[in-house]
Nanobody, 126 residues
Framework: QVQLVESGGGSVQDGGSLELSCVASGRTFSRLPMAWFRQAPGKEREFVAAIRWDGGRYYADYTDSVKGRFTISRDIAKITVYLQMNSLKPEDTAVYYC?????????????????WGKGTLVNVSS
């Protein structure tokens, strides 16, 4: 079992920044692929970013709409995954969820994840 707890959400203005954190516990963390998803009101949950260990290094993936603005990273010692979000836009407003997969190369969608946090709200005003 893996427990995930997100924090760092809040309200910012258009162009602002936030950093989300996700603390993991319950299973070997360092090699577990981790991801961030988001769900806006009335919309389906969508992939935002993922980080995985493969072939001796970490790889990061991003959905096109956040490339160049968001950065995913992890701190093994703190068993934490971060999502640094810069140049935020009103369309980034959503509940952001941390997720983990038991697959080395998971599908980057809801079905590819096995564990979920409860989410943290990000609200970007214009």
């Amino acid at each position: 079992q893996v427990q995930l707890v997100e924090s760092g959400g809040g309200s910012v203005q258009d162009g602002g920044s936030l950093e989300l954190s996700c603390v993991a516990s319950g299973r070997t963390f360092s090699r577990l692929p981790m991801a961030w998803f988001r769900q806006a009101p009335g919309k389906e949950r969508e992939f935002v970013a993922a980080i995985r260990w493969d072939g001796g290094r970490y790889y990061a993936d991003y959905t096109d709409s956040v490339k160049g603005r968001f950065t995913i990273s992890r701190d093994i010692a703190k068993i934490t995954v971060y999502l640094q979000m810069n140049s935020l836009k009103p369309e980034d407003t959503a509940v952001y969820y941390c997720a983990a997969s038991t697959s080395t190369r998971p599908r980057l969608d809801v079905g590819g994840m096995d564990y979920w946090g409860k989410g943290t709200l990000v609200n970007v005003s214009s």
